[in-house]
């Protein structure tokens, strides 16, 4: 039997064989031998770094920081373009207005504002869905508009300081930016594209208006339902193979309001549209197949 010394035991299996493997490690004369790999201590995490100094970050952290900041301005650049307040304004003028807004964000079903408020704020979709809605005195709810990116409201309360005409309420998670009274009416003075933008605005939404109240004299269900999905699509849909992808996010009561008919009607006309293989029925969406038939059932 082998008996190793005290010392031997004491020394890792690269110090008693002098390398990896068993193998020699050479020596030449007045030079300090290499520790191998192997046995060298694991180095300390951080070590051989310059001590960083309270409160500041690292060089990396804050470039990624700075070129996130970048790109979200840059994205709430191209979204405000989408509103007609913002569509003549050059980069300049853009970012001066839009630092002067405030950023809020709602929850899905989280109410901004209820009908009879006062406010004196207008908002920009800037992420997500909101609708307009009004309710009568027996509880019932009639939905005027599902906005979008690029969409504004509240707009009537910078020029009529009576109380808010409708209810805004989040349909999915919702970005806001909004602007007071007293910085736009600065810019309205100061900026005539601005002013015209606005009475832009206004414009389309009387003319909307019109095309809605002549829909519920005119029209039937079934055409306001169609009139309604192709809306819809111009806004929130995606095109794709198989037909337009349009994701809504409205319940089928919430779709009801918005048509002006009860949902039992409006359920009816659906399933006939889908019978017809005009479109394609998915939960808080649908499917566009035939647009062409759409179209002229909607006129």
Known sequence: MRV????????????????????????????????????????????GRAPQAPGTQPPDVSRCEMRHTATLRWMDNDVLRQTPLFSNLD?????SLRAQMTDSRLKRTEVLFHEGDSGDRLYVVMEGKMKLGRSSSDGRENLLAVLGPGQMFGELSLFDPGPRSTTATAVTDCRLASLGHTDLQRWLSERPDVARGLLFQLAHRLRRTNEVVADLVFSDVPGRVAKALLDLSTRFGRKADDGIHVHHDLT???????VGASRETVNKALADFANRGWLRLEPRSVVLVDVERLERRSR
């Open 4 to 47: 190793m010394p005290v010392r031997a035991l004491l020394q890792t299996p690269c110090q008693r064989t002098g390398g990896l493997g068993g193998a020699v490690v050479a020596r030449r004369p007045g030079v300090r031998p290499r520790r191998p790999r192997a046995c060298r201590p694991p180095r300390k995490r951080g070590a």
């Open 91 to 95: 980069d300049a003028a853009t970012d």
């Open 252 to 258: 089928q009561e919430e779709l009801a309001q918005l």
